[in-house]
Structure formats: structure tokens, C-alpha cells
């Protein structure tokens, strides 16, 4: 391959124009099939309540109103998708509706398919339902008391599961240390907030066959979920979609998808669903974390033990990803430094909020909060600069975690180096050893300067895509892949290889929407389909060339050793021939096929793959505190990420931006906020996102290419690790500026306030 054009100038992402324009086709946006009904779901208005009672004959005898599902409809289906996956326990799954009880607010109760979408809603109001008030839990440390009310009954301890991880001798690095410092830091629940809602969609049965076209990540899990469900062979069922409005790890297979799905084999119509805001805040949300901690050190910086208790909170019910947040949050959290002893214990517990699944960087931001406000309060009592302390504990390049992993692959250093240069920050700090004790007791502003640094693994488990390039008779290449395009840039990074893996210009290739009939991938996640999808489509065009020389020698004569495939055309000695003019010569009407296979193994680790490439990235902030209002000005952020090789420069930055952005709300705005066995704010007018006015005056992403990757162009997984790294680097900026240690996210007002003493 000849290196990527890093000028973007000429070769902008593909999708911008019609996503700009409006003209780009999402779920919501596809001809409904003939004879659609509309679905709407009566959902709880109780946190947690014994189900009495429920009639829903008033609605079903309503005219226009084609089928209802309550618990009393599902027959011999067994409603439950299975949560045992990476060690939940027992019982926990959620039922497609409440079954002898609901257990979080909002809850599917019963579901109407009618007419119109009016009247579906309206057949809600007829539908009677008892309910029982059950006391009530929405923080995980109270889930696990003795005392605490039981969420699920064969599950008294609420707990959901328990992941263990760690190496050395525990006792013995604690013997060894001179200094030990014990900490706890929460970090809160918050929503994905996709702008598209979570759960809409479109089902439809036709003989044998079920087609679901909705927004969602992996499809052929999903697609094997649905067919073991509802007794389909699983290549009778079809999953496909369109461009998806955002994901952030929440477009999975939905509660609201099966009901849709049973809706319409009653009915025996297609039926479309179409949330509301306040339905898709009671869909999915991101675990909350408490990170409690115990770190034995050396007089001079040096780490030589950890002891982690990590608890995180999974709401009512463990569907989705049941312990796959907590292990995979775990396994990394005492983050990319070098620890001789360490044990990490996460237990995952029920309470009585939203379901909290996948959320981008699976427990990643949650565990960078705990670990570098940790580190960074361990350095300033030592009387070390947090930058030095960080420098001289980080992991090198070459060094292994485990042995079954590949390679430490990056240079923190290095990051750290550009991350500092970046805010014109030396790295150096005035708030350490003496001076770590004292408040600020000033009246005018007060700056400080923080870092933060954060690594996550490339993969999870094993990773499979497959991909087909195809040539036709125009002499337009088409690649065929499974992998959602989520606003990640993906089909412009998959039209980009596939450019320079042919030679031939982006404008003369197509990335076609994916679905369960074309080639298998694992699905989007994980910081794999960069490399992943990347590596299968760079394949199928090599392939694609080999089958293209074949037909060259069958249609224009000669033997293939005499042709060759170079420049974007087919060459006889020294007679160039265009791809298309040599597939019309065979056959007009044939179409050329190439393809490509990349695939990692399984392997007996935390990450239950070999993990090809880390991720990993530094942050650093500059930030104003007021001390007699407690608001804090963000002045300025930048993070340096490697990135391997930016295949689209401009996608990546992008992806850099976004997240520092989305990790900014989880620093000072976002947070779920129940009450009363209510979700307070679980509307986009309440719940609070970063606004560009909260944006610093200089925002800057540095992605550092070494061209040292596993994927296509030395490229690597870069996205996810942008979001963590800035709550800790605000709050340890917070400190060097006046004292004020945040242990609970988000930073408010209020918090500062506190912690100067100004407020009780």
C-alpha cells in the first residue's frame, strides 16, 4: 500500500453532505411498510411496586387498536434475553413487560399497536393496572446492606456479579511501602443522549421471515438474540440499518425492539415504534462507580501496592451487558502505571434505577476519575509534582500487563510532553508537600493547572469482521460490510483504504448500508473496527485485484502472471485497461468480488482477547475558580492521544473534540437525579449537557501518529479515551488553584463552596 493523503481539503467525510443537508436516511426516515400500525408502551410511574393487577380488555375492544401485550399475552414465550454473560449470577434478566412486579421507573407495563400513533397512546389510558408501592434503592451502596429491600427475589444480596482481578502478593507490597493512602470517589449516572432516541424501529413478519430495521451495534448478536426468542431459525431473521443518530454504546438490542417484534406477530402488521425524549432517558444510562482505594508507596513516588473495590450500580436489571462493564472497568483501573501488587475487586449491584449498559469507554471514565484525583492527592502530600509522580510510574512501550496481551504500545511521556506544551504548562506544580493542607483564602480568582492520563485495551474478546469489495462494469468499487456508522467517520475510513489499497479516487467508491445478509463483524465497539473492518476491507480489495487480473487474462486473452493490477487499472505489459472496460469485456453484467477476513483470538485474560493495540491518552487543563461563588472557568483543555495513523485526519480530530465534550459534561453538568422514586430530569429541557459556551477559549486535540498500529496504515482504535481524562484533569487543576479536593462528580458550584468552608 502507498501512504494515506493526510489533505482532507478534496476528500471530506462522505456522509457530511447528507447529513448537513438533511438528506441522509435514518430509521425514522424509511417508507414505512403498507398497513404499519403504531405502537406505544404504558410504562410505570413506580420505582419499584408489586404488579396486582392488570386489564387490558377496555383497550383491546378499542376499534382501530389491533393488539395488545401485557403479561398476561405471552403465552409459552420465555421473555427473558439471558444476562449471564461475563459472570452475572442467577436471576436479573429484564422480561420483555413487568411480570409479578416492576422495578424501575418507567418500566414496560403493556404495549398497544394501533392505527395511528394518537390512537395507540390513547388506547394506554384504558388499560387498569394495581400496583403495590415497594420501598425503593437508587444508590448501590444502600443495595448492598443487610437490611436492604430485596430488587429481585431469588437474588437477596442484590448483587448482580463479582469480577477479580490482580497479580502479586498484596500483604507483602503493603509491608514494603512507606506511605499509604486510602481514598473514595463516585462518579455519577448519566444518559448517553444520542439525538436520536433509543429504542424506535420498525418490525415486520412475512411468512417465516422477521425483519427488523432499527439502530443497533452488533446485529448479529442481536440477531441470534431475537431468533432464539421468538423461535425463528436465525437466517430467517434480518437486521438492518440505516445511518444511526449517535450510539455511545446505547444502540443495542432494546426492550422496546421485542415488544415491537411481538406486536407485530400478533397483529400479524408491521409495526413501528417511536419513543419519546423522557421513554429514551429510561432506556439505558451509564453505570454509576464508586471507586474505593488503598495504595501503598515509596518515599520517592514509587507504587508498590493497590487494593481496588470498585462498586457499580446496574439499576433494576442486568440485560445489555450484565458484568461486561464491570469487568471490563476493573481490569483496567489502576490505570497505564506500573503496580508490582495489586487486587481489584468489582461487584455490580441492583438498584431501583434506569438499566445502565454500555456506555463509550466501558468503565473507563468511572475508574480514570478514581485513579488520577488518587494519584494526583498522592503526589502533593509526598512533595512531588503530579506531572513527575505520573512520569516516573507509567508503563514503557514494550512492557506486558499479562503475558497473554500484547505489548504496552505507545510513549506516555511523550503524550504527556504534548499534552502540557499544548496549555503552555511546564508541568510544574505551587501546591505540594507544606502547602497541600490549606485552603485558599483569597477573594479574587484563583487559576490552576491539572493532568490526567488514561489507557483503555483495544478490543474485547475476540474480534471478526469480514468485508467484499466489489468491481462493476462503471468501474465503481462497492465495499459490503455489518459495521454501523454511528458518526464515527467509519464509511469514510473504509472508503479511504479501500483508495489507497487500489489506487483509485474515493469519489469512484461506494460504502453500502449494512445488514444481517451481508458479511459477519462482531459489531461496532470496543475501538476495534478501525482495525478490525479496516484490515477486512483492505483485504477484499487485494483479493478484489487478484480476481480482477483473472477475468482480465479470460477476457482480453493471455495468462494472469502476464497482467497486473496497479494505479487503479489492469496492465498488459505496458497497455493500461480501466477496471470497467475489462469486467464489460467478460460480461456486462458481472460483478467482481473480492473478500477480506481479520480476525484476533480469544485468549485466558481479563479482556478474553489478546488486546492488539492500547489506547491511551493525556489530558491537561487550565481553570479559574472564583471563591466566592464557586463557578469554575474551563481556560483552556487539550489532549494528546496516539492515535497510530490518522486514516481521515479529520474524522479523528473530530472524534478527539467530541469527546472531550462529552467528558466535560460528566465533569461539571450531567447527572441523573432521582427523588422520591422519580427521575427528576429525565428530559433534554432539564438534564443539562455542555453548551458551546461552556467550550474553553482554546480547545486543542494533538493525535500523535507513530504509524506503529495493527490496522490499515499503522492506524489504531483512538476515540474512546478521550472522554476520561478531563474530570480529573478540571479537578486536579480545581486543587492547584485553591485546595478544594472533589471527590464526586459533577464539580458544582456548591461542592467548592463546601470544601472552602463557605457553606455547612
Known amino acids: 500500500m502507498t501512504a494515506a493523503k493526510t489533505d482532507t481539503t478534496q476528500t471530506p467525510r462522505i456522509d457530511a453532505l447528507p447529513k448537513v443537508t438533511g438528506r441522509a436516511v435514518y430509521t425514522e426516515d424509511i417508507p414505512l411498510p403498507p398497513g404499519t400500525l403504531y405502537g406505544a408502551i404504558l410504562r410505570s410511574p413506580y420505582a419499584h411496586a408489586r404488579l396486582v393487577s392488570i386489564d387490558a380488555q377496555r383497550a383491546e375492544r378499542l376499534p382501530g387498536v389491533h393488539s395488545v401485550v401485557t403479561r398476561e399475552h405471552l403465552g409459552n414465550l420465555n421473555p427473558f434475553l439471558d444476562p449471564a454473560s461475563y459472570g452475572a449470577e442467577g436471576e436479573g434478566a429484564a422480561p420483555l413487560v413487568a411480570l409479578e412486579k416492576v422495578r424501575y421507573e418507567g418500566e414496560p407495563v403493556a404495549a398497544v399497536a394501533a392505527e395511528t400513533q394518537a390512537l395507540a397512546r390513547h388506547a394506554l389510558e384504558y388499560i387498569e393496572v394495581e400496583y403495590e408501592d415497594l420501598p425503593a434503592i437508587f444508590d448501590s451502596r444502600e443495595a448492598l446492606k443487610p437490611d436492604a429491600p430485596v430488587i429481585h ?275 510544574r506544580s505551587q501546591r505540594i508537600g507544606t502547602q497541600v493542607d490549606g485552603v485558599y483564602a483569597g477573594s479574587t480568582p484563583a487559576r490552576g493547572r491539572g493532568i490526567a492520563a488514561t489507557f483503555r485495551h483495544g478490543y474485547s474478546g475476540s474480534s471478526v469482521a469480514e468485508a467484499e469489495a466489489t468491481a462493476d462494469n462503471r468501474g465503481v468499487i462497492r465495499i459490503l460490510h455489518t459495521c454501523a456508522e454511528l458518526g464515527q467517520g467509519l464509511y469514510t475510513m473504509l472508503a479511504r483504504v479501500a483508495s489507497v489499497t487500489l489506487g483509485i479516487p474515493e469519489s469512484r467508491i461506494e460504502v453500502t448500508h449494512p445488514n444481517t ?96 493495540h492500547w489506547e491511551l491518552s493525556v489530558g491537561a487543563a487550565e481553570v479559574e475558580v472564583d471563591p466566592e461563588t464557586g463557578d469554575v472557568t474551563l481556560l483552556q483543555y487539550a489532549i494528546a492521544a496516539d492515535v497510530g495513523t490518522a486514516v481521515h485526519p479529520v474524522s479523528c480530530k473530530s472524534q478527539l473534540d467530541g469527546g472531550g465534550v462529552m467528558g466535560l459534561g460528566d465533569a461539571m453538568y450531567e447527572d441523573l437525579v432521582y427523588d422520591d422514586g422519580r427521575l427528576l430530569n429525565g428530559d433534554s429541557f432539564q438534564y443539562r449537557l455542555p453548551l458551546f459556551h461552556d467550550l474553553p477559549p482554546r480547545f486543542i486535540s494533538v493525535m500523535v501518529e507513530n504509524h506503529d498500529g495493527p490496522g490499515p496504515l499503522g492506524s489504531k482504535g483512538m476515540s474512546q479515551t478521550a472522554v476520561s481524562p478531563i474530570a480529573p484533569a478540571i479537578a486536579n487543576a480545581i486543587y492547584e488553584a485553591v485546595g478544594v479536593r472533589i471527590k464526586e462528580l459533577p464539580i458544582t458550584p456548591e461542592k467548592i463552596l463546601r470544601g472552602l468552608g463557605k457553606l455547612a
Open 517 to 612: 445478509d451481508l458479511p459477519y463483524s462482531d459489531g461496532v465497539g470496543s475501538s476495534r473496527d478501525t482495525v478490525a473492518l479496516g484490515m477486512a476491507a483492505q483485504r477484499a480489495c487485494e483479493d478484489l485485484q487478484r480476481q480482477l487480473v483473472e477475468v482480465a487474462a479470460k477476457a482480453l486473452g493471455g495468462v494472469p502472471a502476464e497482467w497486473r493490477f496497479a494505479a487503479g487499472q489492469l496492465w498488459h505489459g505496458e497497455r493500461p485497461y480501466s477496471i470497467g472496460s475489462v469486467v464489460s469485456k467478460l460480461a456486462h453484467g458481472l460483478i467482481v468480488r473480492g473478500k477480506g477476513h481479520y480476525s484476533t483470538p480469544r485468549a485466558d485474560n481479563a479482556w478474553q482477547g489478546v488486546v492488539p
Open 153 to 427: 427475589d431469588k437474588r437477596p444480596g442484590n448483587l448482580v456479579g463479582r469480577f477479580d482481578f490482580g497479580w502479586g502478593d498484596l500483604d507483602q507490597g503493603f509491608c514494603e511501602a512507606d506511605h499509604i493512602f486510602e481514598d473514595t470517589y463516585t462518579f455519577q449516572s448519566v444518559f448517553h443522549h444520542p439525538l436520536e432516541n433509543l429504542g424506535g424501529c420498525i418490525a415486520e413478519v412475512r411468512g417465516d421471515t422477521l425483519e427488523l430495521t432499527a439502530p443497533i451495534q452488533h446485529p448479529f448478536h442481536c440477531r441470534d438474540e431475537i431468533a432464539a426468542m421468538f423461535g425463528f431459525d436465525r437466517n430467517q431473521v434480518r437486521v438492518r440499518f440505516p445511518y444511526v443518530g449517535g450510539g455511545f454504546g446505547s444502540k443495542e438490542l432494546k426492550t422496546e425492539h421485542l415488544i415491537a417484534i411481538l406486536l407485530a406477530i400478533r397483529s400479524g402488521r408491521a409495526v413501528t415504534l417511536r419513543p419519546t425524549d423522557d421513554e429514551s432517558f429510561r432506556s439505558d444510562c451509564r453505570h454509576a462507580v464508586v471507586y474505593q482505594v488503598k495504595t501503598g508507596v515509596k518515599s520517592d513516588g514509587t507504587l508498590v501496592a493497590q487494593d481496588i473495590d470498585l462498586i457499580f450500580d446496574k439499576g433494576a436489571y442486568a440485560h445489555g451487558n450484565a458484568m461486561n462493564v464491570p469487568r471490563r472497568g476493573s481490569s483496567l483501573a489502576w490505570g497505564p502505571y506500573r503496580v508490582p501488587h495489586l487486587r481489584i475487586v468489582g461487584r455490580s449491584y441492583y438498584t431501583n434505577k434506569t438499566p445502565a449498559g454500555a456506555f463509550r469507554s466501558l468503565g473507563r471514565a468511572q475508574t480514570t476519575w478514581g485513579y488520577e484525583s488518587h494519584y494526583d492527592m498522592i503526589a502533593r502530600r509526598l512533595g512531588i509534582d503530579p506531572v513527575t509522580f505520573r512520569l516516573h510510574n507509567f508503563l514503557r512501550r514494550g512492557e506486558r500487563l499479562v503475558e497473554t496481551v500484547g505489548p504496552f504500545d505507545s510513549d506516555m511521556d511523550d503524550l504527556v510532553r504534548r499534552a502540557t506544551a499544548a496549555v503552555a504548562w511546564n508541568g
